[in-house]
Nanobody, 124 residues
Framework: QVQVVESGGGLVQAGGSLRLSCAASTRTFSAYAMGWFRRAPGKEREFVATISWSGGNTYYADSVKGRFTISRDNAKNTVYLQMNTLKPEDTAVYYC?????????????????WGQGTQVTVSS
């Protein structure tokens, strides 16, 4: 069983930045694709970003492209989501997930392990 734990959420003004971190408890972290998803109030969970096992491939939702950057440090078993130019519509609970499929995955049903989520609130 892989445990996934997010951190770094908080309250920020529009235009500001936050960096989310996600640590996974597995010695084979480098074999997993990792992803970030979010659920806004009253909405379904949606894809945000994903990164392949090596970090060589990344994909983003159109709504965050150019503002968010996903990266990983396999030596630290950690994946990051750098969020810049935040907007009120980015307000959501952000979830990190791990997939046993090594390639970058955009569908939530391709992920096998999920964190509890971290709240990001962007004020206008």
């Amino acid at each position: 069983q892989v445990q996934v734990v997010e951190s770094g959420g908080g309250l920020v003004q529009a235009g500001g930045s936050l960096r989310l971190s996600c640590a996974a408890s597995t010695r084979t972290f480098s074999a997993y694709a990792m992803g970030w998803f979010r659920r806004a109030p009253g909405k379904e969970r949606e894809f945000v970003a994903t990164i392949s096992w090596s970090g060589g491939n990344t994909y983003y939702a159109d709504s965050v492209k150019g503002r968010f950057t996903i990266s990983r440090d396999n030596a630290k078993n950690t994946v990051y989501l750098q969020m810049n130019t935040l907007k009120p519509e980015d307000t959501a609970v952000y979830y990190c997930a791990a997939s046993v499929f090594g390639g970058a995955q955009t569908m939530d049903n391709s992920y096998h392990y999920w964190g509890q989520g971290t709240q990001v609130t962007v004020s206008s």
